[in-house]
Structures are given as structure tokens and as C-alpha cells.
């Protein structure tokens, strides 16, 4: 039951985070666009121009739903970590691996209690921690998996985890390779959630296919 909690857990945080992004950006009279905005945009309690880091106009009348799916889903990654924590190893790198995914989920609720343009330094400290501490647990998880975990699942976490990272770093460099500022911090936040969703969703069809749903992966 343990390991199901887990995958739900993901699985859930992941789509009602997406769900209420696109109620959320839909409301704006001003259309949102994911090259030019933040994600960040969508929880802003004021309407007003921002200058950095990209000048633009935000106003998003439902922030309220946007933040609260922040803290939502923040609060089902950190479930998700405890509950399905055997899917990393015991070794030094897995323990950090996946102590920095679940810090990953703070940040996100963190950003969500502490909107952009109300309390900055407590939302970037949130951004800090989805994007920097999240993504290098995420490349550490593709070394820290447990035993029996598929070479091509550990090199593609690898591998997405690096991706996301030098995303982040790109961002912060305003070099945006013609993704827009919007479009690279999705590069840097995203994969993680991605991870989160295909990793719960196997393991909710690894259970169902072996109706054992009280294990770990065998391999999940």
C-alpha cells in the first residue's frame, strides 16, 4: 500500500499542477505565453509591469488556484519520496539523491506560500530549490537507483537531470536559445515533474500487471 501511496501521490501532484496551470493562464485578459512568462507569473497577486527578469505585464486573476496547486504539489513529491523511497539504493549517493528530490518538493510549496511579487527572496529561495538541489538529485538518481533498475531508465535520469541543469544554467545567463525566458525555465523545472509522472505511472502499471500492489518494483 506503501509504494502505491507514493505513485499516486506523484502521479496526482504532477496533473492537477497541470490542470491548474492551464485554468490559471486561460484567465488572463492578456494572453499568457509559456516563451515570455514565468511559471512564477501565474501566482502573482498583483497586477503590474516586471522589469526583470524580462520586462512584461502580468496580471493573473486566478493566482489564488495557481498557488495552491504549488503547495499541492510540492507537498505530493515530498509523499511520493517517503512513500516510495525504496525505488533509490542505500548507498551515500542515493540517500542524496533523494533527500535533494524531496527538497525539490519544498521548493515548489514554498514558491507557492511565498508568491513572486509579495515575498522574492522566500520564492527564489523555492525556485533555488526546485531547479538547482532538485536537478542535481535528479542526475544523482540516475546513479542512486535500487538494485534491478532497467540501464536505459538510469542513463535517460541521468541524462534528463543534465539536461535540466544546464537549462537552469542557461536561464540564469538570460540565454534562452530561442525558447524564450519562459520557455527555458520550463526546460529547468519540468523534467522532474516529468520523471515523477512516468516514473509513478509505471509503477501503478507494474502493480496492476503483477497485482501485488504492497512491493516495490520488480522493477517498477
Sequence with gaps: ???????????????????????????????YSWARNNISDLGNVHCAMQSTPEPRYVCSPEHGLMNA??????????????????????????RVARYLVACAGVGFALAG?????????????????????????????GVGLADGAPGPLRWATGLLGAAASTSFVLFLSHRY???????????????????????????LLCQAARREPDHGPAWA
Design 113 to 141: 506560500l511565498a508568491p513572486a511579487d509579495v515575498h522574492e527572496n522566500q520564492h527564489v529561495l523555492g525556485a533555488l530549490l526546485i531547479m538547482a538541489m532538485g536537478n542535481i538529485g535528479l542526475v544523482l538518481t
Design 69 to 94: 496547486s504549488f503547495v499541492a504539489l510540492g507537498t505530493l513529491l515530498v509523499v511520493g519520496v517517503v512513500c516510495a523511497g525504496f525505488l533509490w539504493g542505500t548507498g551515500a549517493t542515493a
Design 177 to 203: 536559445l530561442g525558447l524564450g525566458m519562459g520557455g527555458m525555465e520550463r526546460a529547468a523545472a519540468f523534467p522532474l515533474l516529468a520523471w515523477t509522472l512516468f516514473i509513478g505511472v509505471r509503477g
Design 1 to 31: 500500500m506503501k509504494a502505491r501511496i507514493g505513485y499516486v501521490a506523484w502521479v496526482a501532484g504532477v496533473a492537477q499542477f497541470l490542470v491548474a496551470h492551464v485554468i490559471v493562464e486561460s484567465a488572463w485578459s492578456r494572453p
